[in-house]
């Protein structure tokens, strides 16, 4: 079993930005791919941005260039800068981990509101 803590979100005013943060921890025996998604009122959960197994990235189109998604392994963190921040990031946040490439797990979410 793996349990993930999300921190970092909150109010911020369009054009601020927020850094995210997520921790792993648990009976972590296999690869951890971790990445973050989002889901809106109204709306299905989305990918943000995520590493694949080859430790490359992928972004949601509409937060390419203002998002970057990093991680520390070796800890089992992954974080995720976001930049130029606009009311339609508003959302809950949740980190994700796949492990093993068998068993996915999500954090509790964490909350980001841009609003002036």
């Known amino acids: 079993q793996v349990q993930l803590v999300e921190s970092g979100g909150g109010l911020v005013q369009p054009g601020g930005s927020l850094r995210l943060s997520c921790a792993a921890s648990?009976?972590?025996?296999?690869?951890?791919?971790m990445g973050w998604y989002r889901q809106a009122p109204g709306k299905e959960r989305e990918l943000v941005a995520d590493?694949?197994?080859?430790?490359?990235?992928k972004y949601a189109d509409s937060v390419k260039g203002r998002f970057s998604i990093s991680r520390d392994t070796a800890k089992n963190t992954v974080a995720l800068q976001m930049n130029s921040l606009k009311p339609e990031d508003t959302a809950v946040y949740y980190c994700?981990?796949?492990?093993?490439?068998?068993?996915?797990?999500w954090g509790p979410g964490t909350q980001v509101t841009v609003s002036s």
């Open positions: 590493f694949s197994s080859g430790g490359t990235t």
């Open positions: 994700h981990a796949l492990h093993g490439l068998v068993n996915h797990y």
């Open positions: 648990g009976r972590i025996s296999r690869s951890l791919l």
